[in-house]
């Protein structure tokens, strides 16, 4: 799978159940992403006011 994608798509609110479900078990086990994961909402907290 491509965690980057589905981060991403976790924070736009489209991803389906499944894959909303799929990525919180990867998150679990990857320390990385659960990284990636709080600086792409930094990132979206900073869209939301300019
Ligand atoms: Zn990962």
Redesign the pocket.
């Known amino acids: 799978m491509p ?1 980057a994608s589905l981060l991403g798509g976790h924070l736009l609110y489209s991803l389906g159940e499944e894959e909303h479900a799929e990525l919180g078990r ?2 679990d ?6 990284a ?1 994961l709080a600086g792409l909402r930094d990132v979206a907290r900073h869209l939301d006011s300019p």
């Open positions: 965690p990867h998150l086990g990857c320390a990385r992403c659960r990636e």
